[in-house]
């Protein structure tokens, strides 16, 4: 498990909302999302869900280089 500090509970902000959109729709893997927001990959499907924002496919590797630049 990880040691850092998650935002367990912790409200939505319109910044975390706009970001959640921006990389959502810049295909960055969910796992990515959830340490860039500091919430688990749960908390970012389950928010994504709500608001209808579709994210990146669980296979996307945001670090393998035939995925970049696309």
Do not use: C, F, K
């Not at 040691?3 to 990515?32: M, N």
């Amino acid at each position: 498990m990880a040691d850092y500090d998650r935002s367990t509970g912790a409200p939505w902000s319109a910044e975390d909302l706009e970001q959640l959109r921006i990389l959502a729709a810049e295909g960055t893997a969910t796992g990515v999302i959830a340490v860039q927001l500091n919430r688990s990959e749960e908390a970012i499907a389950h928010r994504a869900a709500q608001d209808g924002i579709a994210l990146a496919a669980a296979s996307h590797n945001p670090y393998d280089p035939d995925t970049l630049n696309r």
